[in-house]
């Protein structure tokens, strides 16, 4: 799969955009690395993130997101303080 925010092949955009490539459910304070496109709080009234980084650089410590809110990518690594996500994997 392509780096950067428009390297993406049109069957990669298509398979990312509808969670073809599946999705790993994350609820503890363990650091966790890989390649999510989009994530979306599933536990609690809100997930904290003490990391959300992104494959071009931008990070995101201390964001609160909302149950039911997704957050779109590409994101490298995810570490949360409290709540539980479903990061779906592109």
């Keep these: ?3 950067g925010l428009h390297g ?3 069957q990669e955009a298509e ?3 509808l969670g073809q490539a599946g999705f790993d ?3 503890d304070s363990d650091s966790h690395s890989g390649t999510w496109y989009a994530i979306k709080v599933v536990d609690e009234a809100a997930a904290v993130f003490t990391v959300l980084n992104t494959a ?3 990070g ?3 964001l609160t997101i909302q149950e039911g ?3 779109y990518g590409p994101f490298t690594s995810i570490k949360l303080a409290s709540g539980g996500v479903l ?3 592109g």
Excluded: K, L
């Design 25 to 27: 459910y994350i609820s």
């Design 60 to 62: 995101a410590a201390g």
């Design 1 to 3: 799969m392509a780096n």
């Design 87 to 89: 990061a779906y994997r």
């Design 15 to 17: 398979n990312a955009g």
């Design 8 to 10: 993406f092949t049109v």
């Design 69 to 71: 809110d997704i957050v």
């Design 56 to 58: 071009i650089g931008d």
